[in-house]
């Protein structure tokens, strides 16, 4: 049951809820705005020092002022937990905003609100590693085909271009399990989704209406992204369902600074757990090394390869091995996964996931000329 009031917010319904804790619909009593509330729940309830702390730290956020950042209005702490009230975004995550047709996209508010509450598990990968988990269940990691269909193993929680509802439908609901991650321990096996997910067809991934809708999505992404690193904050939680595309089709980048609350500068908790989505962790994040702008750069070059071609750059079993990919390994060229693909997305997409941080972009203004070229 979710609570009847946080703070000076009286809550409507659940949105949906992630690694960090729940996001509500809620309703601001003093002005009576409909605002997205995010209850934290990680880590320990706060003391009233540190939440008062943690609620001068977040009021930064909300100086911050972007058409493409989500706004922050105001923190608070609701019974030990922190909370976030935020902009209500009426729309969809990146990857359901591209799934769906141009004639769903303009049709009743209905439709793009629905993916809103389905979601859950959308960029999930591996899953918590907080225990072993024992029934996993290898038989769904389908191998790579030979006629550029694809493997869903890393993708188990979130196919990109299927029947969303029967999908979701289909039983999954599994926790959270993006941040946060221990890096010392024995990773555990996720086991995978009992739904297996057909993969989308390239031809479906290469409607041009599709990617002109993904090529000006990212660019407002970068503006997003130049604004917040030339403050000098970095995201560090990349992700298709930290970007959100309302009905106007503008972008709004969302969950930034959480990261930054959870971890210290080289994205690592006072525990030691590292904090990101094990699929966009760029390599020296998950090194633990210090992160700058260009870690929000790789993240979002995993994107773009996986909303290229259907699949991610990187595919493992477990979370150290998809490490050691990440490290080691070169991504399959995306051309020859998705022989029609847009090549100049694709030399995009594979510059941006280079290993080494100066062979990147450097900029996110970078990325936006190469895209707008
Ligand atoms: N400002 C907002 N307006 C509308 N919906 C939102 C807003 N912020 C989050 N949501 C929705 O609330 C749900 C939960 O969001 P949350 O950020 O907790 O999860 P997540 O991004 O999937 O996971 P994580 O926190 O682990 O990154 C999602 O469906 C998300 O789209």
Redesign the pocket.
């Known amino acids: 049951m979710p609570p009847k009031a946080i703070g000076p917010y009286r809550v409507l319904e659940t ?9 509500y619909r809620a309703r601001d009593r003093r002005t009576n705005d409909e605002v ?1 509330l ?1 209850l934290l729940s990680t880590g320990p309830s706060l003391d009233d020092r540190a939440a008062r702390r943690l609620v001068r730290e977040f009021e930064t956020l909300a100086d911050l002022a972007h058409p493409n950042v ?1 706004k922050v209005f105001e923190a608070g702490v609701h019974e030990g937990w922190p909370y976030l009230a ?4 009426e729309g969809l ?1 990146l990857r359901h905003y591209l799934d769906v047709s141009a004639g769903e996209l303009h049709s009743a508010t209905p439709l793009s609100r629905a993916p ?1 509450s389905i ?2 598990t ?2 999930d990968d591996f899953g918590s590693v907080d225990g072993p988990d024992e029934d996993a269940d290898d038989d769904s990691v389908v191998d790579d085909d030979e006629d550029g269909t694809f493997g869903l193993n890393a993708f188990a929680e979130e196919a990109p271009s299927e029947d969303l509802a029967s999908f979701h439908g289909a039983g999954d609901d599994s926790d ?1 399990d ?2 946060p991650v221990d890096p010392r321990r024995e990773p555990a096996r996720k086991p995978a989704t009992k739904a297996h997910a057909a993969p989308p067809r390239m031809a479906d991934l290469n409607r041009p209406e599709r990617m002109g809708r993904l090529k000006d999505a990212m660019l407002q992404v970068c503006e997003a992204l130049a604004y917040i690193h030339g403050h000098g904050l970095v995201h560090r ?1 990349l ?1 298709p ?2 970007i ?1 595309v309302d009905d106007d089709r503008q972008v709004r980048l ?2 930034f600074g ?1 990261a930054k609350f959870l971890a210290d500068d080289a994205g690592i908790t006072a525990d030691g757990k590292l904090v990101g ?1 094990y699929r966009y962790m760029a390599p020296e994040q998950i090194l633990g090394e210090p992160l700058d702008g260009r870690s929000d750069l790789y993240s979002l070059g995993v994107i773009l390869y996986e909303l290229i071609s259907g699949r991610p750059p990187f595919d493992a079993k477990t979370p150290h091995e998809l490490w050691r990919q990440v490290l080691e390994t070169e991504a399959p060229p995306l051309l020859a996964l998705n022989l029609h693909g847009d090549p100049q997305l694709a030399r995009v997409a594979h510059r941006l996931i280079r290993k080494e941080p100066d062979d990147r972009f450097q900029t996110a203004e970078e990325v936006y000329e190469a895209l707008s070229e």
Do not use: F, H, P, Y
């Open positions: 949105l949906g809820s992630g690694g960090a804790g729940t996001v997205a995010k989500v935020m902009e209500l975004i995550t809103l979601r859950r959308e960029d959270s993006d941040v939680d992700k369902s930290n959100m969302m969950d959480l989505t």
